[in-house]
């Protein structure tokens, strides 16, 4: 069984989840409500809110983290067994004998050995030529299963901006089932979170974007793709990249402040828990903040008081930026 917190995730919040329950009921109180979660990366922000009776919004304008969503929180009823018999089928194909397809010929030698590639891709294709035997949260679940594995089994350091320059190991592709719970209301979206905001209502959002230059559609593209299954043929460079223009994120770019601004003027909300960490002065350039934390309080002031929790955090990250001295932080806006 694996769990949706089982995936490598630059900026996962997973560690800092007591914290963030730790703010909710400090300044809203301990009463269950309606949390948005506006770019909820892997979900396990609101997911873990979800288990606990909030009614929840979960958003990110990745389809890769969409689809996941949909499997682990979505509405519909999911035949566990028909599912869990499709899984011990699959894991048992042998693939000294499968022939190369869409995925291996992309992949394999460089993200993943010849044999784990040929048999994601078979899974992959096996999955969409079987689509009317499933529903669409069933398909989603078979779709994360094999997401997480491909993760998991990856020659990488934990995303794939490149892969490890050693020659990739064989692994063997097994998918595992979803640990599923039970929530209350869920809605799941894949917006640009500047256009969500105008259209939803909601207690507390919780807005963790992206701190820096680096698109989260680079460190994530090989899942991008395969969860997508359009299969592009044209990549940029050695590291297999689709063409991906329409996914990269305005918060990674130098109009994050004025999105920012943007965004907080238009939250329809009574709390604003905004995540942002301090890698302010990081040794790349890459890794320095797009939003300044002088301007990002100030953004939030000019929609109520503002407080800021702090925590010593152990970041995971996997560059040349030294964190010894990192700090999550917290910023709190009670709305007027
Ligand atoms: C710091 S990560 C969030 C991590 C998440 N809190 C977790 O615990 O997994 C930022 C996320 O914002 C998403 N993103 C970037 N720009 C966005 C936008 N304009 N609207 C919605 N999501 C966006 C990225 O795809 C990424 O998953």
């Not at 993200?111 to 669409?136: C, L, P, S, T």
């Not at 894949?190 to 680079?218: F, G, H, M, T, W």
Request: hydrophobic share 35%; proline share 2%.
């Amino acid at each position: 069984m694996i769990n949706i917190n089982n995936r490598r995730y630059i900026g996962s919040k997973y560690k800092l989840l007591g914290n963030i329950e730790d703010a909710v009921i400090k300044y809203y109180g301990p009463e269950k409500c309606t949390i948005a979660d506006l770019f909820a990366g892997t979900g396990v922000v609101a997911e873990y809110f979800g288990r606990q009776g909030y009614d929840i919004i979960v958003n990110d304008i990745l389809n890769s983290n969409y689809v996941a969503y949909n499997a682990w929180m979505g509405k519909e009823e999911v035949d566990v067994e028909k599912i869990e018999n499709e899984i011990e089928k699959l894991n048992q194909v042998s693939a000294d004998t499968l022939p190369h397809n869409y995925f291996s010929d992309i992949y394999s030698s460089k993200y993943f050995a010849v044999n784990d590639a040929k048999k994601i891709g078979y899974i992959r294709d096996y999955i969409e030529e079987n689509k009317a035997r499933f529903n669409q949260r069933e398909h989603d679940i078979l779709v994360t299963s094999l997401m997480y594995e491909a993760d998991k089994i990856a020659n990488t350091v934990g995303h794939f901006e490149s892969y490890l320059r050693k020659v990739p190991e064989e692994k063997g592709v097994q998918l595992r089932m979803l640990e599923l719970s039970q929530y209350e209301d869920v809605a799941i979206y894949k917006e640009d979170a500047n256009s969500l905001v105008r259209k939803i209502s909601c207690d507390i959002a919780y807005v963790d974007p992206p701190y820096n230059a680096r698109q989260y559609i680079n460190f994530y593209h090989v899942l991008e793709n395969l969860v997508n299954w359009d299969k592009p043929t044209e990549f940029e460079g050695d590291s297999m990249k689709f063409k991906r223009n329409h996914l990269k994120s305005g918060y990674s770019q130098s109009k994050a402040p004025a999105l920012f601004r943007d965004l907080i003027n238009h939250l329809n909300c009574r709390l604003i828990i905004v995540s942002y960490n301090n890698t302010y002065n990081a040794n790349s350039i890459a890794s320095n903040n797009k939003i300044q934390e002088n301007e990002l309080i100030d953004i939030l002031k000019s929609k109520g008081n503002v407080h800021i929790e702090e925590f010593n955090y152990k970041y995971f990250n996997s560059g040349k930026t030294n964190f010894d001295n990192h700090k999550e932080k917290l910023y709190i806006c009670e709305v007027e």
